[in-house]
């Protein structure tokens, strides 16, 4: 099963720690308030997961994200 | 999997740079306003925090360090916690604009010169050493050794939350990401 980064985007500090790490450009820091996962781009290789400082990102089934 | 590198991944030799600097000439410590204007700017006319993952060199330079120090331990729940980062940003203000009123005094000759550094708002380090010779007023040097404190402080913060926890754990907490945030969330009334 397909995993992909998900997050509660209240809890983000927009440090950008998971855009730069993220080989795919599927993470972006939108508007400057929180990240945000382009679900089709996210390959769930858990790079954004290790770097986020605030440690709120987690993998989940992507069927399980909507 | 590796991406292309481009100048400003090389922006953490400037943090260290800077902080070497400051223990040769404190003068050199008025550039590190340069941390405090762009991201303001950036986020102010742009409304981005792009600042902080590109272009923010003390970010890049825990990172390559917490790769080799860092214990990655969890990080404690109150440090990510709102109450927690709107008030260190509202602590660091109150210190920030103490310093300036230091810096005041000693421009209405209130004060003479420190040559002092404070460490963790707490720590007065003799900073003699770097003083400089350059014909300024002297609360333009008073600034540069309140202000390289400030640089000081945050880094060492930095430094020991990279050694227990990820490590850009200061990006959590830092003043100016906080700041650049609200201005964001006020920008897009979010």
Redesign the interface.
């Known amino acids: 099963m397909k995993k992909i980064a998900t997050l509660p985007t209240s809890?983000c500090?927009?440090?950008?720690?998971c855009?730069?790490v993220c080989?795919k450009n599927a993470v972006a820091?939108y508007?400057?308030?929180y990240a945000k996962v382009t679900t089709s781009l996210c390959i769930g290789?858990g790079l954004c997961v290790k770097?986020?400082?605030?440690?709120?990102i987690s993998l989940r089934e992507a069927d399980s994200v909507g | 999997?590796?991406?292309k590198r481009n100048w400003y991944d090389y922006l953490w030799i400037v943090s260290l740079l800077y902080l070497a600097l400051g223990f040769f000439n404190i003068m050199f410590a008025w550039l590190g306003l340069i941390c405090f204007v762009v991201p303001l700017i950036m986020?102010f006319a742009g409304?981005?925090?792009?600042y902080?993952?590109?272009y923010c060199g003390r970010?890049q330079l825990l990172?390559l360090l917490g790769k080799r120090f860092s214990k990655n331990l969890?990080?404690p729940k109150w440090l990510?916690s709102k109450w927690f980062?709107y008030g260190f940003l509202t602590f660091f203000l109150l210190m920030f604009f103490n310093m300036l009123f230091s810096t005041y005094l000693v421009f209405a000759q209130a004060k003479d010169l420190k040559e002092i550094v404070t460490l963790l708002w707490s720590f007065s380090l003799p900073w003699n050493f770097a003083s400089s010779a350059a014909p300024v007023s002297d609360w333009v040097k008073q600034f540069a050794f309140g202000f390289y404190g400030v640089m000081l402080t945050s880094t060492v913060l930095g430094l020991i939350t990279m050694l227990l926890?990820?490590?850009?754990?200061?990006?959590?907490y830092?003043p100016m990401?906080?700041m650049?945030?609200l201005?964001?969330?006020a920008?897009?009334k979010?």
Request: aromatic residues 8%; positive net charge; contains cysteine.
């Open positions: 809890a500090v927009s440090c950008g720690c855009e730069t080989p820091v508007n400057g308030i290789c770097a986020c400082p605030a440690q709120i | 999997m590796a991406k986020s409304g981005k925090k792009g902080c993952n590109r970010g990172f969890p990080v990510t980062r926890f990820r490590p850009r754990t200061w990006c959590v830092c990401g906080t650049t945030q201005v964001c969330k920008k897009y979010e």
